[in-house]
């Protein structure tokens, strides 16, 4: 019998799972899959925007789109369309009841645990096709599963320690290629938002003094754009901002010597925290 058996929702960055349904199944097959979920959700920000991995009688399918991942486990038999349509009803369904501040934040294991009631409802509708045929339309998701196909992740991949960078980096039918020149960061946070308004009065501190302001706007653009080394240039452009704070010191006074340096370790503290998730999908959220 083809059928849903459990759902995820899991953060990108770190692998946090924020709910999840309940299984009450214990048979030898979920137990393994379970193991396989984690080793997904560890590899999450790696992987592209949706994939499916196919474990014997079973499959692992998941989509992720700002920087939350969702994930279902069904039986090897369940048709695709339906599969990711339900991941589709899970994500447009918690984005609306959650705000991106709590997801980015949380840090409790399943501190969401109540979409876990939409989670089962959402799995008994699609698990009785015949009904759920009549009550929606699943023409859009079968032409965008047909245009842009689920990478397929074989258990070599999955397995491979540290070789996993390497292995998604190539272009699959369609859904790009994860690379620095196309990776997207984490939304904003408030902290963040605040950390780049203060980093450009900064900046215009200096040029109205007659300084150069060039690590203030360096810090406005790494907190901003994705680069390769990025967290290397963060705390060396936080050093050279330490220096030229040194060689100010008989120009400017002690408290605004420590603003200057107190918002560069702040906005160094925020461009570490922001981190790059994998290529968020358009689902017309």
Request: glycine share 6%; net charge positive.
């Amino acid at each position: 019998m083809s059928m849903i058996l459990s759902a995820s929702v899991i953060r990108v960055r770190d692998g946090l799972p924020l709910s999840a349904s309940t299984d009450y199944e214990q048979s030898t097959g979920m137990q393994e899959c379970r193991k396989y979920f984690k080793m997904l959700s560890r590899k999450l920000a790696q992987l592209p925007d949706r994939c499916t991995l196919k474990t014997g009688h079973y499959n692992i399918n998941f989509i992720s789109s700002l920087g939350v991942s969702y994930m279902m486990l069904c039986t090897d038999n369940y048709p695709n369309v339906l599969a990711f349509s339900f991941l589709d009803e899970l994500q447009k369904e918690f984005i609306t009841t959650y705000n991106m501040m709590k997801t980015n934040t949380a840090v409790r294991p399943y501190c969401f645990i109540e979409f876990d009631n939409f989670i089962q409802r959402t799995k008994q509708r699609y698990n009785n096709p015949r009904s759920l045929s009549t009550k929606i339309n699943l023409s859009d998701m079968q032409t965008e599963i047909k245009l842009r196909p689920p990478y397929q992740i074989s258990m070599c991949e999955l397995g491979s320690a540290n070789g996993v960078t390497s292995a998604f980096s190539v272009d699959y039918k369609g859904a790009g290629k994860i690379s620095s020149a196309h990776q997207r960061l984490e939304p904003a946070t408030l902290s963040g938002i605040v950390g780049f308004i203060l980093s450009l009065l900064c900046g215009a501190l200096n040029l109205i003094r007659g300084f150069h302001a060039i690590e203030s706007l360096l810090q406005c653009y790494l907190l901003v754009y994705y680069t390769g080394w990025r967290n290397v240039k963060s705390f060396l452009t936080f050093g050279l901002i330490c220096l030229c704070n040194m060689y100010l010191y008989e120009l400017r006074n002690l408290w605004q010597l420590f603003f200057h340096v107190t918002v560069g370790a702040f906005v160094t503290l925020q461009i570490w925290l922001r981190q790059a998730q994998g290529k968020a999908p358009d689902y017309d959220v």
